[in-house]
């Protein structure tokens, strides 16, 4: 157990320093001559050169990378925008709690709803309540989450005023006027995953259900809920590590969400980076997102393992 | 599985009997793909004709849907658009399938080797980029005008379908290696062997086609992610670009009109997108029961 943890510790910190160097270098490649985007085609090559050397862009891209790890594992510094000069690191400091805020209340709210409804479905297994959720879990799957966003902010937002059309009011604001400005994304965020979860619950207690275990404990005459909590023990196995993935893939679709919210978030702030060329800002940004990707995946692992051992010694 | 049994699946009474999950699925497959193939001969007018005296009609007489800002039909536009978010999609499934097909088998043939640790090693390494994000940011640098190649343009889509396709590999990679490492040590291929048949024709002629039930099911439902991916990128303004007609692009600009009555603008690129995606999700669950009754493919999930 203990060499597993380390083994995949070390592979996950691996495969970050690789993706990063990846994800380095095509920036790099791809950003053209940031020092001519800067300064203007008018730029004289000892300006260039100058601005190249300032930024440590003549140095070669593995010690330029180097350069970066240190700064980044030396209190998070994520180097110089190229753009405003300033550290990126500070820059992103204030974006980044209100993604992660929208980003965990939506996971929160698809796991509250996700598990009462597949387990709803999964003991009135043939029944109306069943199919209902069964259509539910399909649409919620393929509808886009940013067109439900969008259909939200058209007819509950606009049209009847419930909510705030879009943009953000902070917790200083109010708390009132913060959860209205959140409830619509965080909803469309998180509809896609109360689809996929109480999915895989129902499938998974419909399958646990079938056991010698559970039919022995109903043989025995043991109560509807003492049986349903057997169950759901081995039944959630499957839940609990697709849902901390799902906390990775969610910070993708918050993007979207947050563009569509006008919601100043990570998202803003990289788009706004693209905007302006300003590849250092994007390359941070990214790898935070591939950072917090990386973790949750390493946590779906680490929770598999833990509660299926047998996956972990058949390995 | 027995040989062949991949194809012999797909008869039409085999499907029939697939659940009404896989045949709803397949005629809304059926029906878009139709839209995207006849586009040219059944939109009702041109998607890119602008005339201003038009602009914003709501549904119903010459143009059943309404127009949009420009006065350019929306029934024509989603039609058009049904192309490149099918093109877009499937050309991102059939690029992640060729590469995880080769280095699926491949490993899968080195068994216990480096080989098939290098592999799966940087499989699991290229699993862990978020597909979105780095959609997004590449393209964004490399910026999204179109590629010339010996004076072929290429357009944005072409970039974005092309980095799809690659983070899809993974996945394929992953079913193809698990399934064919269970059929190449089966009987048949050892007989094969003895009939003399040489290793890279038992393995295309024959590990192949009996790997394909979990990859075309897998396939099926990345087409879906796909067409979110397409409308999503593009709805920030990052994937096909204007002019040419894209759900995701077209939902942009509606943001325009939020505010306004024109609510066709919004509604219906959307209902195409989530159709579209319902159709492909159905279709490769109802596949699934038929051509992976071991659940090699994984679900949805991204």
């Known amino acids: 157990m203990l060499r597993l943890l380390a083994e995949r510790i070390l592979f996950s910190v691996a495969t970050l320093l690789g993706v990063g160097l990846c994800l380095f270098v095509l920036t790099r490649s791809m950003a053209g001559t940031p020092a001519l985007t800067v300064l203007g085609m008018e730029a004289t090559p000892q300006q260039i050169q100058q601005f190249n050397h300032d930024h440590g862009l003549d140095r070669p891209v593995i010690a330029q990378y180097w350069h970066w790890l240190r700064g980044v594992a030396d209190g998070l510094n994520f180097g110089h925008s190229l753009l405003s000069g300033r550290p990126v690191g500070p820059m992103l400091r204030a974006d980044m709690p209100i993604t992660f805020e929208i980003v965990g209340i939506a996971f929160v709210f698809a796991v509250l709803v996700a598990l009462p409804l597949g387990i709803l479905s999964a003991s009135f297994q043939g029944r109306i309540i069943d199919h209902v959720a069964r259509i539910v879990a399909v649409v919620g799957v393929s509808v886009p989450g940013f067109w439900i966003g969008l259909m939200l902010i058209r007819f509950p937002a606009v049209q009847f005023g419930w909510f705030p059309p879009g943009g953000f009011t902070p917790w200083s604001g109010g708390v009132w006027p913060h959860l209205q400005s959140i409830v619509l994304p965080c909803f469309a965020l998180g509809i896609y995953y109360v689809a996929i979860l109480s999915r895989m619950t129902r499938s998974g207690l419909v399958e646990v259900g079938s056991q010698d275990y559970i039919r022995t404990a109903r043989a025995m005459g043991l109560g509807r809920g003492l049986i349903l909590v057997h169950a759901l023990k081995n039944a959630l196995v499957p839940v609990v590590s697709v849902g901390a993935m799902s906390f990775g893939y969610m910070f993708g679709w918050a993007l979207i969400i947050e563009y569509l919210f006008n919601i100043p978030g990570m998202s803003n702030a990289l788009l706004t980076a693209i905007d302006n060329r300003d590849y250092t800002v994007v390359q941070a940004i990214v790898f935070i997102f591939t950072l917090v990707f990386i973790v949750s995946n390493l946590l779906a692992d680490m929770l598999n393992a833990y509660l299926n051992p047998k996956l972990a010694h058949g390995q | ?302």
């Open chain 2, 1 to 302: 599985m027995s040989a062949a049994a991949g194809t012999r699946a797909l008869r039409l009474p085999r499907l029939l009997s697939a659940g009404p999950s896989a045949l709803i699925g397949g005629g809304i497959v059926l029906v878009v793909v139709l839209a995207a193939v006849f586009a040219p001969w059944i939109a009702p007018h041109d998607p890119l004709a602008v005339s201003i005296e038009n602009s914003l009609l709501p549904p119903g007489g010459t143009f059943l849907l309404g127009t949009d800002q420009a006065g350019r039909d929306v029934l024509s536009r989603l039609i058009w658009g049904a192309r490149i978010s099918l093109m877009v999609s499937l050309l991102a499934v059939v690029i992640g399938m060729t590469c995880g097909i080769v280095t699926g088998l491949v490993a899968a043939c080195y068994r216990q080797t480096w080989i098939e640790q290098v592999i799966m090693r940087c499989m699991e390494a290229v699993a862990s980029i978020p597909l979105l994000i780095w959609a997004v940011a590449l393209l964004g640098i490399l910026g999204v005008e179109p590629i010339v190649v010996r004076g072929l343009s290429f357009g944005n889509e072409w970039k974005l379908l092309v980095l799809i396709g690659l983070l899809y590999t993974p996945t394929l990679t992953r079913i193809m290696h698990d399934v064919a490492v269970g059929e190449i040590a089966a009987d048949y291929v050892k007989a094969r062997r003895i009939q003399g048949v040489s290793t890279l024709s038992i393995l295309l002629g024959d590990v192949l086609p009996n790997c394909m039930g979990p990859l075309v099911v897998q396939g099926t439902l990345l087409v879906a992610i796909g067409v979110v991916v397409e409308a999503s990128v593009s709805f920030i303004g990052l994937g096909v670009q204007p002019p040419t007609p894209s759900w995701g692009s077209m939902l942009a600009d509606s943001r325009n009109y939020i505010f306004s009555s024109e609510w066709w603008l919004p509604v219906f690129p959307g209902l195409a997108i989530s159709l579209t995606v319902i159709g492909f999700n159905l279709l490769g669950d109802g596949l699934r029961d038929l051509l992976d009754p071991r659940h090699a493919s994984r679900g949805i999930a991204g």
